[in-house]
Structures are given as C-alpha cells and as structure tokens.
C-alpha cells in the first residue's frame, strides 16, 4: 500500500511540473510575442532565454545569437552557440559564429567561419571581409585571390560600410576592393611598392572621391615617398 500511495505521489508530481511548465512556456511565449509588437529586441532577448531553458531548441538558439549580434553582443553571441566549426551547422549559426569572433578580435576563427560561408556561397561581400580578415594574418597571397574575385563579380550597387570617422558612410565594393589591392601591395615590399600602391589608391578615389579611408591612406602614402631617404 505503501508503495502505491509513494507513486501516485510522484505521479501527481510529475504531472503538475509538466503542467507548471507548460504554463510557463505559454506565458513566455505570449511575452515574446508581446516585445516583438513592441519592437523591444531585449525584451524578445529575454523572452527566448527562458523558452530556450523550457524547451531548448537549435534553431532558436541561432536566432537568440543573431538576436545579441545586432545589439553588439558578441561575448553573449558565442556563450550561447560556442564557436567551435560543426559541419551540420545552419548558414546563421556560421554567421553569426563569423562575425562575433571578428568583433572580439578572434581573427583566425572568424576567417575559418567565413570560408566555410564563402563555400556554401560564394559571393564578393564574403570576399570582401575574407581578403581583410586575411590581410591582419598576413596571408597577403590568399587575400589577392579573394581580391581579384571580388574586383570581377562585385556589381555596381555593390557597397561596403567603414566606421573610422565620425559619421559612418558607404563606398562601393569594387572600390572597396581596390583599397584592399592596394594595401596588400604596399606590404608585400614597403620601399619599392609606395607608387603601384598610391595609384591603386587613386583608383579607388576615382570610383569614389569621398572615400575617406583612402583618402587617409593616400596621405599616409605620400608622407612617406616624401620622407627623407636614411
């Protein structure tokens, strides 16, 4: 009698957590629902953290990382998804593990990311932070690869956005990539290659002449042709 009375106790146990937590995702989902309409992106953060703990979910975790992402989270991005490179990760949780790791420095694994990305789909915007992120590791031939690719595919509406000045702007691609030629160019021989560089540069200016970021390279070119010789 004693062990009929223990399991209908346990019985009832498990069926109130069952109901307590189905209670509870339902709640989490009306609230998720809610900050969506609310366009409140931390309040939806919040939401997806406690669903994810009821009843976890891979493709709400990549969304949860992607949601982090957009509010400059990176550290959070990675806790949540790790970093490590899966083969049956989605496209976003390679995104998302690409761009995290390049914002918090992780240079070599975030370049191991985007190549897997560029694999699945090749396109110059990829290129583009593949040629750049290969330029800080100094793979300066693997970045003229992604270059030259990225000069022949990238199309005119093409644009890519930098951040060094105030106020952030947008420049097209090919341009884009011609800087990129031309900083490649200038450190594979510094001494020798100060002209080949500098006119890469006025090419890129010729495609955009508010092209800040060369403009500052053309400048920093030019000071030191000009630098007396030791």
Do not use: C, W
Not at 95 to 110: F, G, S
Not at 181 to 189: G, R
Not at 202 to 225: G, Y
């Amino acid at each position: 009698m004693k062990k009929i009375t223990v399991a209908i106790v346990l019985l009832i146990s498990a069926i109130s957590f069952a109901q307590g937590n189905a209670d509870l995702k339902a709640h989490y989902e009306a609230y998720y629902k809610q900050m969506k309409a609310q366009g409140d992106v931390q309040g939806v953060i919040n939401a997806m953290t406690h669903l994810e703990v009821l009843a976890p979910n891979q493709s709400r975790r990549d969304t949860l990382a992607y949601l982090y992402i957009t509010e400059g989270q990176f550290v959070q991005a990675i806790n949540t998804i790790g970093f490590e490179k899966n083969a049956t990760d989605s496209d976003l949780n390679v995104e998302v593990k690409a761009i995290a790791l390049k914002n918090l420095n992780e240079t070599k694994r975030a370049l191991e990311h985007y190549n897997v990305l560029f694999r699945r789909n090749a396109n110059p915007v990829l290129a583009y932070e593949i040629a750049d992120l290969m330029i800080q590791n100094k793979d300066l031939a693997g970045a003229k690869a992604k270059i030259e690719y990225g000069i022949t595919n990238a199309k005119d509406d093409m644009k890519r956005a930098f951040y060094e000045s105030q106020r952030p702007y947008e420049t097209p691609l090919k341009a884009a990539f011609i800087y990129l030629k031309a900083l490649v160019t200038f450190q594979e021989n510094q001494d020798a290659n100060i002209d080949p560089a500098l006119k890469l540069v006025n090419d890129a200016l010729a495609i955009d002449p508010n092209f800040n970021m060369a403009k500052m390279t053309r400048e920093a070119l030019e000071a030191k042709k000009a630098a007396p010789k030791n």
